[in-house]
């Protein structure tokens, strides 16, 4: 089983959050256990701020056993498409497109995406699995 995990997860773990740190922690835990566990560019980048050095985040996503799976041009066309659609059905600019090259990455090379933005990912990518 192969679980893309949210930068909302992995931030909660590595700040680490008091309200949401144990339950994101748990899930990670139980996602590795079940599998293997994957991010983006997107998220690596959305992780960076948080550390010090490019080596001790790569170290850290390393200890977690987590890789980097990078998206190709049909993923990022597709979650443009996608976010055309979303803004013009009236869409409120909260959400960006990286919500959508997220998810629609998560789609195409995972078999689940463990986020704690469950509602907007079960809307918008309905053939994916949602966990938290």
């Not at 992995?10 to 590795?32: E, R, T």
């Not at 256990?33 to 490019?54: R, V």
């Not at 013009?88 to 629609?104: H, V």
Request: proline share 5%.
């Amino acid at each position: 089983m192969i679980t893309f995990v949210d930068s909302s997860v992995l931030l909660d773990v590595f700040l680490p959050d008091p309200k949401f740190g144990p339950d994101s922690a748990n899930s990670l835990d139980q996602s590795y256990n079940e599998g293997s566990l994957i991010i983006n560019e997107i998220i690596y980048a959305e992780l960076s701020p948080q550390f010090p050095s490019k080596q001790l985040l790569d170290n850290s996503l390393r200890t977690l056993g987590i890789r980097i799976v990078s998206f190709d041009l049909e993923t990022a066309y597709l979650a443009g498409t996608l976010w055309k659609e979303y803004r013009d059905s009236g869409g409120k600019r909260n959400r960006i497109m990286p919500d959508f090259l997220i998810g629609t990455h998560a789609q195409k090379v995972s078999d689940r995406l463990l986020t704690r933005d469950c509602g907007f990912y079960r809307k918008y990518f309905n053939d994916l699995e949602i966990i938290y």
